[in-house]
Each structure stands twice: as C-alpha cells, then as structure tokens.
C-alpha cells in the first residue's frame, strides 16, 4: 500500500491567488480528514469526510476555502484567494472506522 | 469544547525511561490517541486508549483514566531516534473526529 499520497509537497504562490492541494487516501478508508498544522496554532482540524460527504467543516475559513471528494480516492483543498496567514503544512489523513489515522506527508505551503 | 495540556518540552538520557502526561477537557469522550511527529515529517499513530488501564507496545505504553481525564505515554529504554515531538488526541463528541494537543518535544540526550 502507498499509503495517504499528497501533491503537490511544496507550493509557494503569491498573495491573492488560487492554491489547490490533492489528496489520495488509503483504498478502503471511509473517512479523510485535513489538518493544517503551523507553529503557534499546532494542528487543526480544517475538515472531514465519511463517505465521500462532508461531516464537519467547522474549522474551515469558509470565505477562502473549500473541500471536496468527488470520489472514494481522491480530495482537493482549494483556497481561493490565498493570504499570507494561511502558509503551513497541510496534512491530508484517512481511516478506517477504527481509531489511528495514516496521514499523508503533507504540502508545504507559502504565500508571499 | 475540547482542550488538551501536555508539557511543551521534555529532556532524558538515552536508555532512560520518561513519561509525557496528557489532561484532557472534553464535552463527551471516547479515547485518547497518541501520535509520533519527527521533524519534517508526517504524524504518525501510536497507541489508542478507550478504557482505563495500561496498553503496551514494544518499548512504548499508554495509560488512561477516564475518572481523571488523563493518561501518560511511556517511552522505555529511550533511543536517540526517539528524539520527536509526541501529541496526545481526543476523540470526543461531534462525530468521529480527533482534536490534537500542541505536542511535547522530547529531546533524547546520549
């Protein structure tokens, strides 16, 4: 198994414009879930998904970003326009309907 | 809401045994994960804990009490690749959804 695959790893863009980071879950996993991590804020849960449908969006800055998984294998966080408090690492995670997740190596992502 | 404590730092001396304490606020609960993040890397899973008492995995142990909304992870004859940051994590109310704590580094010295 590949495992949690997450593209692109790095994204620097500018201020303003549209970012969107990819995620591939682990066959077989109901739930995804996107975390941004950052220094001061640690880890936040941004949204989930069980199948295929959003369960929780209340981290998520609706104004900016948006979530989709328009299929069991495949989820996209768009952010649109990008600021520069949104740079960090975004991390991309699945699960079987059993506590652990798998997370993916996450994107890297600076706005400048 | 759901809040997390769990110390910022933690040093020991490799072959040492050192304890990281997690307390937890939550409006409802269903078990406490514990995660290994090494620098520029991904969170990885370690143990889960839905009932009290002690888990053993290896050199690793988790810990749970639900009567004190705490638990400890438990690092045994430490090595130098255990040097991470380690993050507790609650599963409480709200649906299936894992909230994290801000992490322990742990520093493992020879």
């Known amino acids: 198994d590949a495992g949690v695959i997450q593209s692109p790893r790095h994204e620097v863009t500018e201020m303003g414009q549209e970012v969107t980071l990819r995620c591939k879950p682990i066959?077989?996993?109901?739930?995804l879930f996107w975390y941004r991590q950052t220094m001061m804020q640690g880890l936040e849960l941004l949204v989930y998904f069980n199948n295929k449908a959003v369960m929780d969006d209340s981290g998520m800055p609706k104004d900016r970003f948006s979530a989709k998984m328009p299929n069991a294998s495949f989820s996209t966080l768009k952010i649109q326009p990008s600021e520069p408090r949104d740079s960090a690492v975004y991390f991309c995670a699945s699960s079987r309907d059993s506590p652990g997740y798998t997370f993916g190596s996450g994107t890297r992502l600076t706005v400048v | 809401g759901q809040s997390l404590e769990q110390p910022s730092e933690v040093t020991a001396v490799e072959g040492a045994i050192v304890q990281i304490n997690c307390t937890y606020q939550t409006s409802g609960f269903y078990g406490l994960s514990w995660y290994q993040q090494h620098d520029g890397g991904a969170p990885t899973f370690l143990s889960y804990?839905?009932?009290?008492g002690l888990e053993e995995t290896g050199r690793f142990s988790s810990f749970l009490s639900r009567s004190d909304s705490y638990g400890y992870l438990l690092l045994q004859e430490l090595q130098m690749k255990d040097s991470a940051s380690y993050f507790c994590a609650v599963e409480g109310t709200g649906g299936f959804k894992t909230i994290f704590g801000a992490g322990t580094r742990l520093f493992v010295k020879a």
């Open positions: 066959s077989g996993h109901d739930y």
């Open positions: 804990n839905a009932l009290d």
